[in-house]
């Protein structure tokens, strides 16, 4: 692994219209739903959604005072904005998750659906959004997983080299992960993670099945195998609810975002808002704002 670990860059990508909208995956959409009803909070203050996008699965956190969305791609971003719109509920942040641009212990809550697979150096991802998380926080993860069933009769079959039992992260397609059950359970550990709840998704992520039988049909149908993730894990997908420990640092944060952010290249805080741009008092980087979206992916020349 790298100090600084490749990302994986949806700019100027169409992913919400051409993978979720038209891309036949209605099925997907709707188990995930089911799985996020099941281990999300009733009511939390202010959450964290890595990897948002734009903006799909936003509108499902619906017990959150306020939502921080974060990704990557300004243009997922914008997409969000178009979706969702400006609110005081909701703050969009273009930033690299292995420097995440917040204070510590701002959260008490985060999910991160359907991105962790980008990441070269997961371990170094979860210890920044653990950084970031105060106590008894709630952590919804999605992982995609490497000993699925599929891999494991390839694997047998003698149809694919790479072994779906062994701990390390397998890159299938370059900055593609699937990752092992229980490396995930370790990392999390050793964050001082606690799992609480375990599901298992995507049950009859088939083409056949998804062809011939309605969406909302294998949703619910997947919906009761979900909770057999407590005893075994050989979907494509698995969800993970995991919480911090009462003996971490509170969370705290202001009601206005400025009182948010730190320095992501110096660690510096507060920033100074300079109108289109925030200023760290550190390192004297200008970061903008721009659009409706705090800008930390590159400071302003």
Not at 24 to 50: C, F, H, N, Q
Not at 158 to 181: I, M, T, Y
Request: some cysteine; glycine content about 8%; charged content about 25%.
């Amino acid at each position: 692994m790298t100090d600084f670990p490749p990302v994986c860059d949806y700019e100027g990508s169409d992913y919400q219209t051409s993978f979720w909208e038209k891309g036949g995956r209605d099925y997907e959409d709707k188990v995930e739903e089911i799985a996020l009803r099941r281990m999300l909070p009733v009511k939390g203050s202010l959450l964290l959604e890595l990897g948002a996008g734009a903006g799909r699965n936003t509108p499902r956190y619906t017990g959150y005072d306020r939502i921080v969305l974060l990704d990557y791609s300004r243009t997922q971003l914008r997409q969000a904005r178009a979706r969702l719109g400006d609110s005081p509920r909701y703050i969009y942040v273009a930033a690299d998750i292995y420097k995440l641009p917040f204070v510590n212990a701002l959260f008490d809550g985060a999910t991160m659906i359907r991105t962790l697979h980008h990441m070269a150096d997961a371990p170094k991802a979860l210890a920044q959004i653990r950084r970031v998380l105060g106590a008894n926080a709630v952590f919804i993860l999605e992982f995609a997983n490497k000993r699925n069933l599929k891999a494991i009769l390839r694997y047998w079959l003698g149809r694919q080299a790479w072994s779906p039992f062994s701990l390390e992260p397998v890159e299938f397609v370059k900055l593609n992960f699937d990752f092992h059950p229980k490396a995930i359970r370790q990392w999390l550990g050793e964050l001082g993670f606690r799992i609480e709840k375990t599901l298992t998704v995507s049950h009859f992520r088939l083409g056949l099945l998804k062809r011939v039988l309605p969406a909302g049909f294998l949703a619910a149908l997947d919906g009761l195998f979900q909770p057999t993730g407590e005893l075994f894990q050989v979907t494509p997908s698995v969800f993970v609810k995991a919480t911090v420990g009462q003996d971490s640092i509170l969370s705290h944060h202001s009601e206005a975002p400025i009182h948010w952010f730190q320095c992501p290249e110096c660690g510096a805080y507060p920033l100074d808002e300079r109108g289109d741009h925030l200023r760290c008092p550190g390192c004297g980087r200008k970061w903008p704002f721009h659009d409706g979206i705090y800008n930390f992916r590159e400071p302003l020349d």
